[in-house]
């Protein structure tokens, strides 16, 4: 089963639709035991990262550490990446989920804010999620704020200098962009995350 998780933040109509044109119903649920019953995981997100502490308050982050501890797959889109670090200057006081130690940042005020628009992905190192993508494929993003390369980047974006625009460890994956409004190399990056087997 394949859980979308509503916290009242995420893009769930054009995520869901995409799914759907791949072949899989999902479940959409704000049900924390739903969560504990999904073989994979995708966290959507628009807007504010303060939105985010409804995860903590309902739950769901509890959940979705526990099914991913257990073997099921995360994927987190926009706010859903940045999520996954300890946490985003855009919202101080909220944590992450604190995957990965570091935080997120606004992008600078020497360029327009936000970003949006296509640009294109610099896969660094193999990755599950863009097995099959040609080399620097375009991709939509929207966002004001950016997680910093680490570890766990498998690609980067440039934009007033590198980001992570996608992130993989173990079961834990992101992607910064919206591979939702990506045509085509959007629904290949999500066929690619509902064929993986867990780790």
């Not at 899989?24 to 969560?35: F, S």
């Not at 019953?37 to 982050?61: C, D, M, N």
């Not at 097995?131 to 704020?145: D, I, Q």
């Amino acid at each position: 089963m394949i859980a979308v998780v509503d916290y009242r933040a995420g893009n769930l109509t054009s995520v869901c639709k995409a799914l759907r044109a791949l072949g899989c119903e999902p479940l959409v649920t704000a049900d924390p035991d739903a969560l504990r019953t999904a073989e994979k995981i995708i966290l959507p997100g628009v807007g504010h990262f303060a939105a985010t502490e409804r995860l903590f308050q309902s739950g769901l982050a509890a959940a979705i550490q526990q099914r991913v501890a257990e073997g099921a797959l995360f994927l987190g889109i926009c706010v859903g990446l940045q999520w996954i670090f300890s946490g985003s200057t855009e919202a101080p006081t909220v944590p992450g989920l604190n995957v990965f130690p570091e935080q997120c940042e606004r992008f600078p005020d020497s360029v327009k804010c936000p970003h949006v628009g296509w640009n294109s992905l610099d896969v660094i190192r193999p990755s599950r999620l863009l097995r099959g993508l040609a080399p620097a494929t375009h991709v939509y993003f929207t966002h004001s704020y950016r997680a910093p390369t680490i570890h766990a980047t498998v690609a980067v974006t440039n934009y007033a200098g590198e980001f992570s625009s996608v992130v993989e460890d173990k079961n834990w994956m992101a992607v910064q962009f919206h591979p939702e409004k990506s045509g085509a190399a959007g629904l290949k990056i999500l066929q690619n995350f509902l064929e993986l087997p867990a780790c």
